[in-house]
């Protein structure tokens, strides 16, 4: 929450909270991309802090899964954002997130293991996001 840019989307059904979504745009020598296990061209990866939207969480509660409630929340917290891209992590023991996105129009660009003790082992994705009309 006091990263610069950070912000969150809370869904509701009436008085009842749904779901939400935050994240943050990636700064200049972000940590982000480090431990990225695929060969990618480095300009992928070089962040210029208004170039890529970080989404780092994207949950919707049980009584709402499967209810189109997850793609609503997704896509109303990413169509303000001015960025040219987004990325995410899913880890890699859940096929069926990683499919999901896909079908949303992600892509995978590689593996990524964080450089932290114990850390799993991801699928870094990105989606380009449409440019923002004045």
Request: charged letters at 20%; aromatic letters at 8%.
């Amino acid at each position: 929450m006091t990263r610069p840019g950070w912000t969150c989307t809370i869904g509701y059904d009436n008085d009842q909270p749904v779901g939400y979504a935050y994240g943050a745009p990636l700064p200049p020598g972000t940590a982000w991309w480090r431990g990225l296990l695929t060969d990618v061209p480095t300009d992928m990866v070089t962040e210029t802090g208004t170039r890529t939207y970080a989404l780092s969480e994207l949950m919707v509660r049980t009584p709402w899964r499967r209810t189109g409630t997850a793609r609503r929340l997704h896509d109303a917290h990413l169509a303000p954002r001015p960025e040219r891209r987004a990325t995410l992590l899913v880890d890699q023991t859940h096929p069926k997130v990683h499919a999901l996105y896909a079908t949303w129009g992600w892509q995978t660009l590689g593996d990524l293991r964080p450089r932290l003790p114990d850390a799993l082992l991801f699928h870094a994705m990105l989606l380009n996001l449409p440019p923002r009309r004045p």
